[in-house]
């Protein structure tokens, strides 16, 4: 059952990058570790070592006690060796994939505690921003705070929430969840703000950004407000939510979502960057 159709793109996209061929019925994939080559491992060193030095006062704790568990800085971690560690820590596995993959796909591999991380590497041009994800951005981004016992927890239960979603027709609202929180999220810690998302954990210029800049607002988290809010793809968010603990995001997402999405279709979409009235926004 090898070789799986690539996520289906629109008329005048690109496909998306990656080879489909080698990969099973789930998207999966072997890694094909010696495939990599001793450039590719440098370039994600140098990925490595330009976000490692930033996340002192910028990370979240949590974020920042778990990237050690990545292993060694200097190459391209193996997922097997990886996913003993994870498996030990909290029952995840990392699992390769050629690329983007179905929403369904990933959805359920998260419900099944499966973390697809994309096999291939960025261009040396790609230093500073690549298009869709990659080895790095999935390793480096992701990975860390699945070792956290809540969050693990959370990244299940959005996969399990999703695969209903998709019967629901409620991708769209879903989608917006992930974004606020898994890609882009802040917390407030008693040190001050700090990132978890995984979108600003692996960027070079946004986490320092999202954390310090007066620029962007800064709204507490509330999970209606966020599946009706509309995010930017190709630029900075111009609106981070802020939740307090990890446990807060496990339990206001713990409810039934079906009464929810019924709710926020009546209400109207907001774009990014605007705010409600009276909406109370976090000073840096
Ligand atoms: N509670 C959500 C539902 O019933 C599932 C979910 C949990 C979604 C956590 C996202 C995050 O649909
Ligand atoms: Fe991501």
């Given at each position: 059952n090898q070789g799986v159709a690539p996520v289906t793109y629109g008329e005048g996209e690109r496909p998306?990058?990656?080879?489909?061929?080698?990969?099973r019925a789930d998207y999966t994939c072997e890694q094909d570790w010696a495939a990599y080559t001793p450039a590719q491992h440098d370039l994600y060193r140098r990925l490595y070592e330009r976000q490692a030095a930033q996340l002192p006062g910028l990370a979240c704790q949590e974020f920042i006690e778990a990237v050690a568990h990545l292993g060694a800085p200097d190459r391209i971690p193996r997922f097997d060796e990886l996913s003993e560690r994870l498996m030990r820590a909290t029952g995840w596995q990392v699992v390769a994939v050629p690329g983007l993959i179905p929403e369904e796909a990933f959805f359920k591999l998260l419900s099944e505690r499966r973390f697809p991380v994309t096999e291939w590497i960025r261009e040396?041009?790609?230093?500073?921003?690549?298009v869709e994800p990659d080895v790095f951005h999935d390793l480096f981004g992701h990975v860390p705070l699945l070792f956290n016992p809540v969050f693990a927890d959370y990244m299940q239960a959005y996969g399990a929430g999703g695969l209903k979603a998709s019967r629901l027709d409620a991708c769209e609202l879903l989608a917006r969840l992930y974004w606020y929180t898994v890609e882009f999220g802040l917390i407030a810690t008693p040190e001050g703000l700090r990132a978890y998302g995984a979108g600003i954990l692996s960027s070079a210029g946004e986490l320092r950004h999202s954390v310090t800049s007066p620029e962007p607002k800064r709204v507490g988290f509330e999970l209606e407000r966020i599946m009706r809010t509309r995010y930017k793809i190709d630029s900075y968010q111009t609106t981070y939510f802020v939740i307090d603990s990890f446990d807060q995001l496990f339990e206001a997402t713990a409810p039934d979502f079906t009464p929810i999405y019924a709710r926020v279709r009546q209400l109207p979409t907001l774009e990014a960057g605007e705010l409600l009235p009276g909406e109370a926004i976090r000073a840096v």
């Open positions: 998306p990058r990656g080879d489909y061929a080698r990969a040396p041009e790609e230093f500073d921003y690549v």
